[in-house]
Structures are given as structure tokens and as C-alpha cells.
């Protein structure tokens, strides 16, 4: 079994900075990736982004793209997200999650094997 916490969430102003970070309780072996995902109040999840520990591919949806970064420490078993740029839409939970056994990263949340529970970010004035 693999813990996933998420940390970094909090109250930012719109056009500010935030890193989530995504740590990982153990190695994971073999294939592997981490999504993040988010959840605003009334609607679905939606995958933000994700990054492969098998060669580093990385994806942003289009609502991100350019304005966070996806990265790893395999060192730490970590993740982060750096957001810069952020707007109010962008106000969700954000959950980390880990797909095993794929090449590539996916943000197809069904086929992730463990979560995080999630941290909230507030884009607000």
C-alpha cells in the first residue's frame, strides 16, 4: 500500500503563486505516474496534470497549460505542482494520485490505484 499526502494549499490572490507538493510513503517500483487532479465545489474532478517517473512525459490540461509546471524529485518520492498565474477558477481541491504499471502518465482517474485525500487552494481577493 502507498500513502499519498498533498500539501502547499492555502488562501492566494489572483495572479499568485502557489507549489503543491505530492509525497509518496515508499518507492513505488517498476511503471508508475502521478496526476494531479481537482474538484471545484458543484462539479466534477478533472485531471490537471501528470508526469511519468518511466522517462518524464508530462501533460497539462488546457485550462493550466503554461501556467503550472509539473516536476518530480525521485530522491524525495515527490511531486510538485507549481501554479503561477492563478485565477479563480482555478479554486478546488487538489488531489494527487498514482497510476502503477503504466509507461506513460494518464489523468484517466479511473485508472488511478491510490489517492491522496487532497488540499484546498483559494484563488480569491
Known amino acids: 500500500q502507498v500513502q499519498l499526502v498533498e500539501s502547499g494549499g492555502g488562501l492566494v490572490q489572483p495572479g499568485g503563486s502557489l507549489r503543491l507538493s505530492c509525497a509518496a510513503s515508499?518507492?513505488?517500483?517498476?511503471?508508475?505516474?502521478i496526476a494531479w487532479f481537482r474538484q471545484a465545489p458543484g462539479k466534477e474532478r478533472e485531471g490537471v496534470s501528470c508526469?511519468?517517473?518511466?522517462?518524464?512525459?508530462?501533460y497539462y490540461a488546457d485550462s493550466v497549460k503554461g501556467r503550472f509546471t509539473i516536476s518530480r524529485d525521485n530522491a524525495k518520492n515527490t511531486v510538485y505542482l507549481q501554479m503561477n498565474s492563478l485565477e479563480s477558477e482555478d479554486t478546488a481541491v487538489y488531489y494527487c494520485?498514482?497510476?502503477?504499471?503504466?509507461?506513460?502518465?494518464?489523468?484517466?482517474?479511473?485508472?488511478?490505484?491510490?489517492w491522496g485525500k487532497g488540499t484546498l487552494v483559494t484563488v480569491s481577493s
Open positions: 515508499r518507492l513505488i517500483s517498476g511503471y508508475y505516474g
Open positions: 508526469i511519468s517517473f518511466s522517462d518524464g512525459t508530462t
Open positions: 494520485a498514482a497510476v502503477v504499471g503504466l509507461r506513460v502518465c494518464t489523468v484517466n482517474m479511473y485508472r488511478m490505484n491510490y
